[in-house]
């Protein structure tokens, strides 16, 4: 059977419970799908989430990117209950004084219901399994899946870690170096490298691949820079999907090519860089009809979400005054600000946080058009040492301009050395990261040197990828040939030295 889309023949599949119009999917799938609808960023257009007889759709007839809009539901028990207030007059103390609880306290109430169920339960009953997911606890305002359909490791439940000056503990020394570094008293690190595969995409790729499942796709494809490629690998094998995933040649770091190799996705390594390979894959996908899961693809986006709603869980639903994040093909960048303005809209926080994407200087075209006032789009051959990011023309330009617009944010970058020079702090700290992570930790201190970040603003900041995905860049490589004797007098001369 070639690799189709949906999976099934034309004809094939319309069992008693299928659907007229989508005689290939499950009435349960088509209804739980209805009220979804992926709008155009650039102009308007609305889409349903699904078009009979069409093949999945990624963008708009236009040619821009689409972003899910749908529309949040509290469970029926809570409606009655609740009112909705007006995001601009809404404050915890307002909530408190006026008797009735929000729809917002409502929501906080059922994820944090889901957040302290403990880690244990009957394999067989997803719904408990989908509250232990970092990304599934948030499901309203993720995706509408029927349970069964949906892939997940679980993800998510990552570290929230206090380093600043301030919060940082008398028992973590090394850990308030980095706040001291950052010159920050109140700072977190979300470290995004402790999901299943080793980094942030896992949270957009359970979405991507459930929502694969959903239309009975056999096959899930990507271009990437090594990680989304590593979480896709793994998430098709668990889902016994087809994973193909297109790199560029020798400029994806070892950890991530070994992961896709070992979870048996189809590799193609590409003569080009990630914005060839992004080209080739989504003319790929339309032509073979396999289901594209690059971010480019809304519900990837959708996904993504879950790390902001972590953060304002953590943080006992209290907004940070800045979220700093390294950027690239802008996925992220995009997926959180949208997080933080749906939170804020359903008041489960008081305040938007502004937003910092940082950008490596040698692959920097988010960074130069904002600092035309977005004036103009962009792009450009990227370079730098930090090969997750080394990115020149970014999908999720759009979106993501939105975000910075939106949240009052700005985007900065930082050189090869200051990236490298962050990455010994963070790992001397015993926490440790992949180089694109530490741009985080170099561009908040670029920013709290300029005054933009106040020294004493609550600040968190995004780890993105794990310190074993790329064992080479920036990490002493010294010990090679260094054997001493198996003697004490060996070791004490080694430790005296
Ligand atoms: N950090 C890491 C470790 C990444 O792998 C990526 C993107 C980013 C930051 C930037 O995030 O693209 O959403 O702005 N990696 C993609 C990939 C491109 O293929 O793995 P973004």
């Not at 759709?57 to 209950?81: K, N, S």
């Not at 944090?112 to 244990?120: G, V």
């Not at 995409?201 to 979405?207: A, H, I, Y």
Request: glycine share 10%; aromatic share 6%.
């Amino acid at each position: 059977m070639a690799i189709n889309s949906t999976g099934l023949q034309p004809g094939q599949g319309a069992d008693e419970g299928a659907n007229r119009s989508h005689p290939s999917l499950s009435a349960d799938v088509v209804d739980a799908l209805s009220s979804t609808f992926l709008r155009c960023v650039e102009c308007s257009t609305l889409y349903p989430a699904i078009e009979s007889g069409r093949a999945p759709r990624y963008r708009c007839d236009c040619g821009g990117v689409l972003d899910v809009e749908t529309e949040f539901r509290l469970p029926q028990q809570y409606r009655q209950t609740t009112k909705k207030i007006d995001p601009l007059q809404y404050s915890f103390e307002a909530e408190a004084d006026s008797g009735m609880p929000s729809a917002g306290a409502a929501w906080r109430q059922i994820f944090d219901e889901r957040a302290s169920n403990p880690p244990i339960w009957p394999i067989s009953m997803d719904r408990l399994l989908l509250d232990q997911s970092g990304v599934w606890r948030y499901r309203e305002l993720i995706l509408s899946a029927p349970e069964r359909f949906v892939v997940s490791r679980p993800e998510g439940n990552t570290g929230l870690y206090p380093v600043g000056i301030e919060n940082c503990g008398a028992g973590r020394i090394g850990h308030r170096q980095i706040g001291i570094y950052a010159g920050l008293e109140r700072f977190f690190l979300k470290h995004e490298g402790e999901n299943p595969s080793g980094s942030f995409k896992d949270r957009g790729m359970t979405v991507g691949v459930t929502m694969a499942n959903l239309l009975g796709a056999s096959a899930v494809a990507c271009a990437s820079t090594g990680n989304t490629s590593a979480s896709l690998a793994s998430y098709a094998a668990q889902a016994g999907m087809k994973g193909i995933v297109f790199l560029p040649a020798g400029n994806v770091a070892g950890g991530k090519l070994a992961q896709s190799l070992a979870y048996g996705a189809e590799t193609i390594q590409i003569e080009g860089d990630f914005d060839d390979a992004m080209h080739l894959v989504e003319q790929v996908c339309n032509e073979l009809g396999i289901y594209l899961l690059n971010s480019l693809n809304p519900f990837r986006i959708e996904g993504q979400k879950a790390i902001g709603f972590e953060i304002l869980q953590q943080l006992d639903w209290h907004a940070p005054d800045w979220l700093i994040l390294p950027a690239g093909n802008l996925g992220n960048t995009s997926a959180i600000g949208k997080a933080f303005r749906q939170a804020y809209n359903l008041s489960l926080i008081s305040h938007m946080p502004r937003i910092a994407s940082i950008q490596a200087a040698g692959a920097n075209p988010f960074y130069r058009s904002f600092m035309q006032g977005f004036a103009t789009r962009e792009s450009m051959h990227a370079e730098t040492v930090a090969t997750a990011i080394k990115i020149g023309n970014p999908v999720s330009y759009t979106r993501a301009r939105r975000v910075i617009e939106e949240s009052d944010g700005i985007v900065e970058e930082v050189t090869d050395e200051e990236i490298l020079a962050a990455k010994m702090v963070i790992d001397r700290a015993g926490i440790g990261c992949e180089p694109a992570s530490a741009a985080t930790l170099a561009g908040v201190r670029k920013l709290v040197a300029r005054g933009i970040v106040k020294r004493d603003e609550q600040v968190v900041g995004i780890l993105t990828g794990n310190l074993l995905k790329d064992s080479k860049t920036g990490i002493p490589q010294t010990l090679n040939g260094a054997v001493v004797k198996a003697t004490i007098e060996a070791v004490k001369g080694v430790l005296n030295g």
